[in-house]
C-alpha cells in the first residue's frame, strides 16, 4: 500500500510540525514520527479503526488532540485529514461527504 495526501491533509500536517517545532525544538519531529508510525498502524490493518462518515479514524496517542482520517481505496490509503479536535467540527464533515 502508498500513502496519498488530499492537499489539506498535508497542509494540516505541515501546520502542526511547523507549530510544535516553534514550540520546542525536536517536537515537530516526535509530531510527525508519531504520525508515520499511526500510518503504518493504518497500513498493517485498516479495519482495525473506526469507521466515520466514510473513512476511518486514528486517535495520536502522544498527541491526543490530533486524529488522522483515511480511506483506502485500490492499495492506496487516502489521508483525507490530520485534525486537530478543538477546530470546527463542520469543516471535516464537509471534507467527509
Known sequence: MTFRFEPA?????????TWYETQQPGLGEEFFAEVESALKRAQ????HFPKV???????????RKYSILFAVKNDVV???AVFHGARNP??????LR
Open 9 to 17: 491533509a498535508q497542509a494540516e500536517l505541515l501546520d502542526a510540525v
Open 78 to 80: 487516502g489521508v483525507v
Open 90 to 95: 463542520d469543516e471535516l464533515k464537509r471534507r
Open 53 to 63: 462518515r466514510g473513512a476511518r479514524k486514528i486517535r495520536l496517542q502522544r498527541f
Open 44 to 47: 498493517a490493518n485498516p479495519e
